[in-house]
């Protein structure tokens, strides 16, 4: 029981930090037409900029300036690189972003070098916030779980009471009609993307320090993002939200069971020990097995159901 | 996602005729004379550096080619192409075993087969999920296949041997030559004749009524439909074909390199093959050839000297998305009416105007990243910035102000005369046009 509860608030946590991410990506993604590949490496770079930022001036400024400076850097990818490809067709602004990752993952390692950042925890949030069946909750995961929530309320009031969000909401689902009426649509795309960045580098500087900063933090983010977005399906946060949190879950929930697929036959008949692959699949640990059933799940989805869980249209 | 689609034709080779033939022989005399350029006449041994890229050149080429159907021919994005290089490459190493051991006694030649029935098979299965899809959502789900086989490949030991890979020995004793292979001249001259043979395949492939469809499903699939094929199908087959083509060049590099590891099968090796097809170019079928054969040097080349590869990759595939989204090969095809009309000479002083300041920014670029990589990778590697043999000191303000002034500088002189070559570029052409216009 315990472990359930406590794997259920850490999922939660993570879950918050994807949808985080998330959130940015799928609007980005749904307005836009455009995959930005280069989402996960904002979030690397936003988790570079706190450490920085939170090394001369602290943490708290850092959680502002970051994701400030992390949206300065995505309006100026979308007016400088976005636009010029954009006649190219949303293939050539996705192939632009993957370009921006090599850049960003060997830019960052030539800047500050190979070895992961020490960013971590400011001291007057390392401290357990209570303790749950003998297990501490960390403060900070408290505050993670506080700033997130607080975004997510956030982005609903902005997106559903401000005119800016019913622009931007219209846009989502029928932008040649919007700039029909004379809305700027590039602007909104600008504005929506530099948001997302912001968002993204938001996630970087809460993330940084829970997780690890370093080089690779943007490698292990992406494809799970990515998964995400399609899986909570186009054109809806309230699916990407259900979406962030099911796979928070799974990703906590799969290290904690230690079951294989032979136990589970297990009450039926006797799994015969093999040694070939079709063994090695049925008798490999959940745990283990974990970092695959994102993926897996993603391509049933998409198989069953193209428009993913909430979405509105065909990716 | 809109329907986009680009609807530059495949370069149809109808007229071609005898240039692209010569064009064909003499990349044959070339792969095979090239490893006795570098032969040591001295020491009497083949260059092992030179033979292991022009190697890995010729499975590279295999790759981008098959990579190609997919994305220049079928207009389909996909992320896990490595999957199928790599998993064509760990069957052929188990082949080997089988081989040297008697389970499997099929001789070194046809082992490529091997992997290319591997490679076959599971882009069948995976195939038959990933091409019902086009567009964004087949690039997503073929991005879930390919993260999915490469967390596999780490998982399960017996099979793909986790992050140490399997290893084989290639000198298994069946040839039908009676090779031993022994040598890497001798694998090299394998891999040559079986890329020529998967050149040559895929080749005329395009030249299939399955090729023709795959390009009518790329540029308006709607249509397509209409005419009564079925663009899954389609895509099926293409899928399928490209792994099978994938799968012999993982069978070579198993061969060559005598070690699979699951680096062939993961995300960077898929994103190789779209680096490789793009800036080659994926309009006209030999550009990931081109493609190929430059990453494949530069790498080698490059990386040797600088931790910066990445970088410089990521830079040139971005010039080339933004500037230049046809590719070298499309640059080059440009070219041919004009050399035709004979006006090739009129852009010859162009030319070297708009490569004098191109050559300062490149400059000013490559030293400006070598310098910052210098302060930490270089420094944590314990390594000092030597230019032609003069130790340089990256304290000093002088190389830095070096390197920025001659990318602002290049940088403007670069735009300007541009400006000068394009105006020129467009006076041909339309001169070009207005003769057509005449006859």
Known sequence: MEIILVSLLNGLVYGMLLFMLASGLTLIFSMMGV??????????????????????????????????????????????????????????????????????????????????????????LDFPLFTLYGANFPAYRGFMLLISAGMLLAIWLLLKKTRVGLIIQAALTHPNMVSSLGHNVPMVFTGVFAGGCGLA???????????????????????????????????????????????????????????????????????????????????????????????????????VRPRGLLGTRDT | MSDAARSIPMATPRRAGSAMTWLWVLGLVLAIALPWCFYDFAKARHSGFMISMFSQAGMMIIFALSYNMLMGQAGLLSFCHAVFFGFGGYVVIHALTGASNGSFPIPMELMPLAGGLAGLILAIIFGYMATKQRATAFAMITLGIGELMATAALMFQHFFGG???????RMIDRSLFGLSYAQSIEVYYLIVFWTMVSVIGMYFLTQTPLGRMANACRDNF??????????????????????????????????????????SMAGPLSANALLMAYIGGTTVFGGPILGAVLITVLQSGVSLLS???????????????????????????????????????????????????????????????????????????????????????????????????????????????????????DEITAELKRAEART
């Open chain 2, 222 to 263: 709607e249509r397509a439909q209409f005419v009564g094929y079925d663009p899954k199908i389609v895509r099926f087959i293409q899928f399928a074909l490209s792994g099978l083509f994938a799968g012999m060049g993982g069978a070579l590099y198993a061969i060559a390199y005598e070690i699979v590891t699951f680096d």
């Open chain 1, 35 to 124: 995959l930005n590949f280069a989402h996960a490496s904002i979030y690397m770079i936003g988790a570079y900029l706190a450490f920085e930022v939170s090394r001369w001036f602290g943490f708290l400024p850092a959680l502002i300036l970051a994701p400030i400076l992390c949206g300065a850097i995505g309006a100026a990818i979308e007016i400088w690189g976005l636009r010029r490809v954009h006649h190219n067709g949303h293939i050539a602004e996705l192939l632009f972003t993957f370009g921006l990752v090599f850049i960003v993952q060997r830019g960052v390692q030539m800047i500050w070098g190979m070895l992961p950042m020490p960013y971590r925890v400011p001291s007057y």
């Open chain 1, 201 to 303: 580098g938001l996630a970087g500087v809460i993330g940084g320090n829970y997780l690890t900063t370093e080089s690779s933090m943007a490698d292990a983010m992406g494809p799970i993002v990515f998964v995400v977005v399609v899986f909570g399906g186009l054109g809806s946060l309230a699916g990407c939200f259900i979406a962030s949190i099911i796979m928070g879950m799974i990703q906590t929930f799969a290290v904690v069971f230690d079951y294989t697929i032979a136990d589970m036959f297990s009450p039926l008949f006797k799994v015969p020990e093999m040694d070939t692959l079709l063994g090695e699949i049925l008798t490999v640990p959940m745990s283990r097995i974990g970092p695959l059933l994102p993926y897996a799940l993603m391509i049933l989805i998409l198989l």
């Open chain 2, 163 to 169: 992050e140490g890979g399997i290893t084989s020995d």
């Open chain 2, 307 to 425: 931790n910066s590869w990445l970088v410089y990759v990521g830079v040139l595939f971005i010039t080339m998305v933004t500037f230049v989204p046809e590719g070298l090969a499309g640059i080059i095809m440009a070219h041919g009416p004009i050399r035709k009309a004979g006006k090739l000479g009129k852009l010859a002083v162009p030319y070297v105007r708009i490569l004098v300041p191109g050559f300062i920014l490149v400059l000013g670029f490559v030293a400006l990243v070598e310098l910052v990589s210098f302060q930490t990778i270089g420094a944590a590697q314990g390594k000092k910035l030597v230019l032609f043999g003069n130790p340089i000191d990256i304290a000093s303000n002088i190389p830095w102000a070096v390197a920025i002034g001659g990318l602002i500088i290049g940088g403007i002189w670069l735009r300007f005369e541009s400006i000068v070559f394009g105006r020129v570029w």
